[in-house]
């Protein structure tokens, strides 16, 4: 049974989502505040957390760079807040998804069970992804792609590494900045447009249409397999 940390000042939703989740065989830790959800998420290991912003002794970003201090359990924001700057502080933070109230619950299952599959005790980022004709060898630096050999320039290699070593998960503008072109870039947004469109160009089967480089308009970009 997998433990899910709901954390949300509203009693309502904090009783609808354990009703819901525990129906689908889902052991729930309910918090009402920030500093309930950092005891609870220290004592009860949870395999995610459910966490929202506006709680009222400490704000959800507070509560993120808490558990981010210690743990890498995989966080999904669940929120009123639909902002970009909302979405991308939270991401900044050390969130890995960030979902709108209102929601439907089999969206949030899917997110739930994507997050345990990249979140799971123990798990690495793969050295080897293969991906619908695409072969990633990140230890070895090659790339193939329906059998041919894929030459990457080394940016496009460092852009690469960072968003398959997070695969599934949406990777900020100004954390992909900062990781391939150093801690002095974050706004050079133009950088990113260019490059992943040269890896598109490279990697996807219809460019125009991508499968695995995915955009997230205003946010970041993420790979999926």
Excluded: C
Excluded at 103 to 123: E, I, K, Q, S, T
Aim: aromatic fraction near 4%; charge should be negative; charged fraction near 25%.
């Amino acid at each position: 049974m997998s433990r899910v940390l709901v954390v949300d000042d509203e009693p309502g939703m904090r009783r609808a989502l354990a009703i819901n989740l525990g129906a689908r065989g889902w052991d729930v830790t309910e918090a009402a505040d920030g500093s309930t959800a950092l005891a609870a998420a220290a004592s009860a290991h949870p395999d995610v957390v459910l966490l929202d912003l506006g709680l009222p002794d400490l704000d959800g970003l507070e509560v993120i760079a808490g558990i981010r201090g210690w743990s890498d359990v995989p966080i999904i924001v669940l929120t009123a807040r639909t902002s970009s700057a909302d979405t991308v502080d939270a991401l900044d933070a050390g969130a890995d998804d960030y979902v709108t109230k209102p929601f439907a619950m089999d969206v949030l299952l899917a997110r739930l069970r994507a997050a345990l599959r990249r979140g799971g005790a123990g798990d690495t980022p793969p050295d080897v992804v293969d991906a619908e004709g695409l072969h990633i060898d990140l230890a070895r630096h090659v790339v193939t792609r329906d059998g041919e050999a894929v030459k990457l320039t080394p940016t496009e290699w460092a852009l690469l590494q960072v968003l398959v070593a997070n695969s599934g998960r949406l990777v900020t503008q100004t954390h992909l900045l900062k990781e391939v072109w150093g801690p002095a870039y974050g706004r050079e947004t133009n950088y990113l447009r260019v490059y992943v469109g040269q890896l598109r160009r490279k990697l996807e089967q219809v460019p125009s249409r991508p499968r695995h480089l995915i955009t997230e308009p205003g946010m970041g970009y993420r790979f999926e397999h």
